[in-house]
């Protein structure tokens, strides 16, 4: 952490500063001094100070990290690539993952023939929401507990694992015992209580992006995660808010490198919430797979005219099946393939 | 609501779609037939309408609402503003609304303190965060159930109503015996279960705006708590996530005008949390109350350089009482007034 | 400037990056010596440094400012408001200037209408499009030379001051000699070849805010002016555009405080761009003067449904008569003035 | 186009506004007539029509565009592919083309070797700055003339036809005698004047997405120059500006399927600019090609640490020469290849 400090600050000022700095916080302080300001800079663990305490100083110009702020969830501490295995499939690694299903749980018959269908084209696990966050009180809001039930027949009539989204901290409960990877979606990504109480699980989290969060938030949310003894993250970019009208979100490829670089824990991509027009889904997937990514989440709806939510960005069965099929592919020219059911 | 056909659409295959739109849902459909594409209009009330389900139709190009989706909030049925009366104060007509507070509750000596010193200036209500939305899980969280103790002190020693931010909705029971005014802060703006329970409450809730939401988004979050049977919302602009990094936020100050054009809501502004920059505090509350806000929620703090958290937002006691003379001279311009502590 | 180097670059490697960058570099280098990572502080001019050129060095990490690239138009080195007088007005102090008049010139009848009109109600500079940018080239385009014409015409009826924008780098011979402020619209904000040329002549200049500049980026644009000579560039904040779609862009009044703080040249609003909707030009004129803005410049038309173009955003001569009214009491309480025209 | 009347719009009211509506403009209207407002549909061609003049009327509430305002651009008149051959190489339909160089050019050593290494290694075309737009008048702003004159020479020691950025529109008939490809940058992409010039030309046009351009107006952009006349534009995505800083912008990949979808022109991706991290420039390429781009411009620099300018995001001929073998396998799976040199 660097602390540059104003041109009109005294030489006295700046070394009372400096020695309040110290007798605060549990740091060395070595000093550069400037035609226009000094610089100090702090030699220790600054990950507990607040940066904005320092700024409000009146003889402080700026402060500046040169550090990151999260520990468990940065690669520099654990270099190698962290891979899960979940119900039999692993996620991280050579192992592309493949989620695929329904925005909504609807009825069994349809949950249990998109599984089943999905399966068969090459899912690795089966995703469906069952308590939906919807902008307006007055849409659909998902089968809420009857949708789990649901999910859980498709799980035990496919195999799949499952994942679902959680809405609520007092249903947490519900979402361990049922569900196989617990979705935290983007309007949630900072719902702090919420994440505090999944970091006391051992349940693997799928962590969405917030809309309008960079990539330090998102990082700083696995570590509230992780913070409370939860290892199992898995970031899924799924587009950000841009002024861009055009699709429903920005879908931000580069994050796939930012978060590889940062951080040791896996990322998978969400083209069809990202773009919201389902002639994206296939070229998004194939440029995911290209850019690194550990895993798709797909909207899969077996009559996506008549879904009772996003059906704009849902594909068919079959359009699934020839899109995990150009995937096998791509997967192939970067050595990795697409994680097998067994 | 209007649905514009794909220029590939036979004529067939629409008399088809208006034969399905009419069966599904209880409206009155007409038609405009045009050279490149025919139009489908809609008759009738279409707020539980799921547009994205139609616009995933093979026949469907695009479709548009023409109205509103909100209801309660909306202005166009309740066209005089709302007022509500809250520990004797008003909200909303011709008074002012004056929050004052730091942003964390810290000690006893501290929150009286400032209670004391801002209604001595003029506040008429008391701000102080319990439990603190932070990005790290390392930095301080807020002295929690003990802050909404040292909050009930204050204002039995002050007789200012108190405002607080919410967190968890397992906190409910005890904000709604504790605090006046339940705030929601920007990050759980689309906290839906949250909203939803707010709504089965009948404390008035302070809305703030989320980082990127859009004014209907903001307005459907309104809609969310008034379908419960809260109807006592009151709207905080805090600025906007943008690609401008000198002040943390955009404040964005238009959004008055339009909450006042599309709802009979209350708004206020925060200055503090949108610049995050003491300098800004002042001019922005004169150009709120100038824009017509019903008040401003400004951070104080006795001593910012040592405040516990934004402490480079905070302006002191004595800033902040004059802020509150000049803004009685631009609130008497608008004829109106900072409304009066009895 | 603060080099912060890779905390796995050796001593060597550092003491190599120093000597490089010494002898590369006209300043003095200080370094300390952390645990994880080194830090070399620059002391002296580095307003001619390329950041990105070190920041590419395989022993750097990062590469940050302490102080602020521009230099002219730098309050720092500049303490007192830059006052501009034009066409007997003045523009910066404590006068207001006002700027009025439609978008596009139409035909004689309407500028000098609208000319009279807006001098009565108090304008103090008459502005009118000539060369219009547009988003459709089958759209409008402005009557070109013979809008400028008009202009000159209106000028000498009414003693206004104009204000037009150029489009063109060819045409600035024209625009010195017909105009009294040239305007450079926010799509040529980084036109770096017109600020170039601007900054030859000794003609004012209005420089609108590009629609996602930085603060800083546009005070380097007013920089590449002044460093050619033209110290007379005024700021024109006229909204960014962000993902809000409900104004055209998002008006950003905090823009006033930054500039005022880092700059000592003068900066007005245009409320009719910023926002698109003529009900909010009212209140953000006088939010703007709330927030310290030297001036406005307002669209005005005769016939706001027949304007050639953004009718949808101007206002009638009798709304800005009102609007003048009100800006007064708003600037009495600041104590300034509308400037008077002589 | 849609027009949607107010609610509080009376018949007679509502009667008046369409026979208006049809003396104005070359269309028929036809009516809907609803519960709270009343929609009109325009039937003709809409293109020239500016809606914002209708959306004033006090009788409008709000108006909508149901078809596209580009022709010339727009595939629905042009479905096929548009494939433009430029020195020998094609760009467009299967051919993948690689425009690879340096940021500027700074001299004959230089550009020459780099051109040898990158035509070695696959690239189709030579990219080299010589006229450079850059944020601070302090900086280096290219070798102007003898730049262009550096790079004549480079093409014909290899053959590669170059692409260049153009500035200034004074200096359009240097750059057809010079360059095979007329770059204009992000922040000229709307300049009209520059645009309208180009239109008269016929060299093909390399038009990089504006930095906060939506789709609709880069499309517009394109037109202008085909209006003109010049119906070889090439666009190039390039990253936009959002609040994310991590990235120096945000490159937007699924504007290749918009654009696609759109357009029958050709477009490229430029990863460099885009992210300004060179760690980013392979795994971004691989997932352009996967996204459907129709090729690549890259920023190769024989010295990387030593470029006078943008040497963060540039690589080494070496490193280029193994994303381009890369890029031939991506290629394979869409059955495309890399255009080759004759």
């Known amino acids: 952490m660097i602390v540059v400090t104003k041109h009109t600050a005294s030489e006295q000022e700046i070394s009372n500063l400096v020695e309040e700095l110290k007798s605060a916080y549990p740091v060395e302080i070595q000093k550069i001094t400037g035609s226009g300001c000094t610089v100090l800079g702090f030699i220790g663990d600054t990950s507990s100070i607040d940066m904005t305490q320092i700024e409000n100083d009146i003889r402080v110009e700026r402060v500046m990290r040169v550090t990151e702020p999260f520990k468990k969830a940065n690669r520099h501490f654990h270099p190698d ?14 192992d592309i993952a493949i989620i695929a299903g329904p925005c909504s749980v609807e009825s069994e018959e349809q949950i249990v023939g ?9 899912a690795t696990f089966l995703r469906g929401g069952a308590y939906k966050p919807r902008s307006s009180p007055y849409a659909f809001q998902g089968l809420e507990e009857d949708g789990l039930e649901l999910l859980k027949i498709a799980r035990e009539k496919t195999g799949l694992p499952i994942v679902s989204e959680i809405m609520d901290v007092r249903t947490i409960e519900k979402f361990i015992d049922d569900v196989d990877i617990i979705q935290v979606g983007a309007r949630n990504m900072q719902n702090f209580s919420l994440l505090k109480e999944l970091g006391r699980t051992r349940k ?10 960079t990539i330090e938030e998102w990082i700083m949310a696995a570590e509230y995660i992780m913070a409370g003894g939860n290892e199992q993250v898995i970031f899924c970019e799924r587009g950000i808010r841009t002024f861009e009208s055009y699709t429903r979100n920005t879908l931000d490829l580069s994050a796939i490198c930012a978060i590889k670089k940062l951080s040791h824990l896996p990322i998978i991509v969400d083209p069809s919430h990202a773009t919201g027009l389902k002639f994206m889904v296939e070229p998004m997937c194939m440029a995911a797979i290209a850019a690194g990514a550990d895993g798709l989440i797909i909207e899969v709806h077996n009559n996506p005219a008549k879904a009772l939510c996003d059906g704009a960005q849902s594909i068919t069965p079959e359009a699934f099946g020839k899109v995990v099929n150009k995937m096998r592919k791509y997967a192939a020219v970067e050595e990795r393939q697409i994680s097998e059911v067994n």
Do not use: D
Not at 114 to 122: D, F, H, R, Y
């Open 204 to 213: 693997p989290v799928l962590l969405k992006r917030g809309l309008s969060s």
């Open 114 to 122: 998109i599984a089943e269908s999905v399966k068969a084209s090459g």
């Open 81 to 94: 690539n962290s891979i899960f295995e979940i119900g039999g499939r692993k996620i991280g690694g050579k």
